[in-house]
């Protein structure tokens, strides 16, 4: 399979252990700022030094949210969104899951019954949530209480790592070389660092013989992570992907190069 002009590899795919801990099967080790990183086909990263379960774009209420305005819409995906959360927190036993943006979709798709869904499994996940909001998130801290989370500030600095949920709200565009940017009154150090982001749902399409198939993707520069959307019902966007490593997400995560 190529991407434009790439080929897809399986080598860049490490199954093995880091600390005692078990890398995932068909997740996908980099190292990223000099920490370590898995990639997961669950789109979501586990930190390994941070011990924190990272992702973004869950939606959460997007299908309730759309119903809403009188469409039919397939049933049980909440359910299996949450279950392959709590699947990913199995695996990696993380102490704290981290949602870079859009936590929710909407207020109307913020229910009763959504939040009470998300409270059940987060008490399965055995890890605190926190949540960096997101545009969606308008109804967020109304509702945080009732799902279990904690909200965190709009950009949050952890060592090498910046997370927040659309990197062009800093200055100097999707990362460039320093983050020194005031964001939300917030004046960052003048050093490198790596921003994690959401917001874009990066895709990335394989072609073969005629036949074409468009997946969700990392995309993971010098200076920046572009993470895939958790939510299976999001479309993908086709991003800028020069210098950049680029992780298609199947059943398992594949380095393409």
Same mark, same amino acid.
């Given at each position: 399979m190529r991407i434009d002009g790439m080929a897809a590899r399986n080598e860049g795919t490490i199954e093995g252990t880091i600390d005692?801990?078990?890398?995932?099967?068909?997740?996908?080790?980099v190292v990223i700022c000099g920490q370590r990183v898995w990639l997961m086909a669950q789109r979501c990263a586990y930190w390994c030094a941070g011990a924190t379960l990272i992702l973004g774009?869950?939606?959460?209420?997007?299908?309730?949210?759309?119903?809403?305005c009188g469409a039919p819409m397939p049933i049980g995906l909440l359910e299996a969104e949450l279950a392959r959360l709590v699947h990913a927190c199995e695996l990696?036993?993380?102490r704290r899951v981290l949602v870079i943006g859009d936590f929710l979709h909407a207020?109307?798709?913020?229910?009763?019954?959504?939040?009470?869904?998300? $409270?059940? $499994?987060?008490?399965?996940?055995?890890a605190s949530v926190e949540v960096v909001p997101g545009n969606h998130d308008r109804a967020l801290h109304a509702v945080a209480q009732r799902c279990g989370v904690r909200v965190l500030g709009n950009v949050v600095e952890e060592g090498a790592f910046v997370f927040t949920h659309d990197a062009t709200g800093i200055t100097g565009g999707m990362v460039g070389a320093k983050v020194g940017a005031k964001v939300a009154g917030m004046e960052m150090a003048q050093r490198e660092r790596v921003v994690w982001s959401g917001h874009v749902h990066p895709a990335v399409v394989l072609r073969r013989r005629g036949d074409r198939m468009k997946l969700p993707a990392f995309v993971v520069?010098?200076?920046?992570?572009?993470?895939?959307?958790?939510?299976?019902f999001t479309s993908g966007v086709a991003v800028e992907t020069k210098g950049k490593r680029v992780f298609a997400v199947g059943e398992r995560v594949v380095a393409l190069g």
């Open positions: 005692g801990a078990t890398c995932p099967a068909g997740a996908c080790e774009d869950l939606h959460l209420g997007k299908l309730e949210s759309i119903a809403a990696v036993r993380p207020r109307v798709g913020a229910t009763d019954m959504v939040c009470d869904a998300f $409270a059940i $499994a987060r008490a399965k996940m055995g520069g010098e200076r920046e992570v572009l993470m895939p959307a958790f939510s299976s």
